[in-house]
């Protein structure tokens, strides 16, 4: 199981997603998502975005992500984090990267 926890930033509703083969089965692609949050936008995503295929998934491009696409029909905001949280808990748990933390830093001067 492939896990990522998002603290976004100004909006402070933190998720934890969870990805995981399907029958533990490491030849094919099919994953389960479990997506808990605080956040009601990304709760409507956790109701709609239970499985998608790892490797139809993570080589897509915005536009057909079946992640990103689900995203905009809820709701989320266009900079929300967890889409992208999504598809790299997905690339660590099908074996297509390795699981390292993924950081953003905004500053004003």
Wanted: glycine share 6%; proline share 4%.
């Amino acid at each position: 199981m492939a896990k990522a926890y998002v603290k976004p930033g100004a909006c402070g509703l933190e998720s934890k997603i969870e990805v995981t083969r399907k029958d533990g089965d490491t030849d094919k692609y099919d994953v389960d998502i479990h997506i808990e949050t605080e956040s009601d936008n990304v709760k409507r995503l956790a109701k709609v975005l239970t499985e998608a295929n790892g490797l139809d998934e993570c080589f897509q491009n915005f536009s057909t992500s079946k992640v990103y696409q689900l995203g905009a029909e809820v709701g989320l905001h266009l900079a929300c984090p967890v889409p992208c949280a999504i598809i790299k808990a997905i690339e660590v748990e099908c074996g297509f990267a390795l699981p390292r933390n993924v950081e953003i830093s905004i500053d004003r001067d």
